[in-house]
């Protein structure tokens, strides 16, 4: 797949913009190897760095004194002549360069993604290992980090590209059998064919169970704060923000919407929600009760429940937040530095952890208590070779997977090998095969500029 541009090369800052060290441009088209000639003399050899004088080619003032690297296409990353020029960082050196470059005819200013969306259609990668580069681009955890490599690497296409043969392997048969029914079909063609398609369909169905891990460990795990008003929930954010996010009062319903930080817990991306206070919806107002509502509506949602029980109360423990105790929560007894007396160890049938966020006892204790939670979901999930990390892959598999079981239970090969055309279809969608012009700009649109 290959692409006309109306002006074909391209130039971009790289690095970040201000003062630094090193500013990389780097420029991707057919004029790469003129455009060097003029600012250089002589462009290195390939992939080999030089120094270099870069020039004004008008007045020849020297720009810079800097490292040059030529990369012939096909062998660069757009697939297409491309060179880096590795300036020394100031803003004036970078602004002068990035304005002789402007000069020259054919050459423009790359926009948001450009330089990734030639190496698409160049067939130098695949839309999941795009994905997979933005998304590694914009980690800020070790574990979104390592998720990001793995599908820039190719895991996801890999995987994808062996379900697509497997289901190539049996469309041919049936292909076969239909055009030519008069011959001799091997005896038990269609039962392999069935047995293949099950079995395919059932590791799509394994896959899009642990779905939702992936994406949310690109967007952030969400783990809740529940309990009763007063419970110390706005205490422990704050705490655990190590800012002051939400307002902590001794009056009860101050928290009235949820309050959301972003954090990193372990290298787990995580967003940490404080909730209104769960009571009686006849002793709240009516915003109250709204807020109630998106509590309830969170702790539906969270991969990982909060249920905090305040410490003077344990006695008689609030009877709605035991009801939130799950296999998805923990149980957090607070201020523990107020009671005299020893806190229970369990709350129900959960063990508890007492804490105080005053002093930070018991803390840590609950901090291992998380990242154990943590762990042990990703670490399910990731017992399949990938994860699946948007929304428009599950969609996609799960097309594949309805197709397939349509395919199963057929009443004639004919309209089987449809059901198994129309699953291959869905599968090149993943990997960009097929019929993806309306998604290319809603994925390039979020890459920064020079990438």
Known sequence: MTKAYPENTIYALSSGRGRSAVAVVRLSGPACGPVLDRLCGVRPPAREARVRSVRDPVSGEILDRTLVLWFPGPGSF???DSAELHLHGSQAVVSAVLRVLSEFEGVRAAEAGDFTRRAFDNEKLDLTEVEGLADLIDAQ????????????DGALANQVEGWRERLIHQAAHLEAAIDFSEEDIPEGLLDSCLSEVQQLREELQAYLATSHVGERIRQGLQITLLGAPNAGKS??????????????????????????????IAGFPVLLSDTAGLRQEGTADAIEVEGMRRSKQRAQEADLKLVLFDGLECAQPDRQSLELLDDTALAVITKRDLVSQPLPNSMGTHKAYPLSVKTGEGLEALLDAIEQQLTRLYDAADETPILLTRQRHCESLTACAEALQRAESAPEISLMAEDIRYAL?????????????????????DFCIGK
């Open 235 to 264: 205490s422990l954010l704050n705490r655990l923000a190590k800012r002051e996010a939400a307002i902590v009062s001794e009056i009860a319903g101050t928290t009235r919407d949820v309050i959301e930080v972003a954090m990193d």
């Open 78 to 80: 757009t697939g297409e």
């Open 425 to 445: 279809a869905t599968l090149g969608r993943i990997t960009g095969r097929v019929d993806v012009e309306d998604l290319l700009d809603v994925i390039f649109r």
């Open 141 to 152: 955890t070790d574990v979104q980090r390592r998720q990001a490599q793995r599908q820039f």
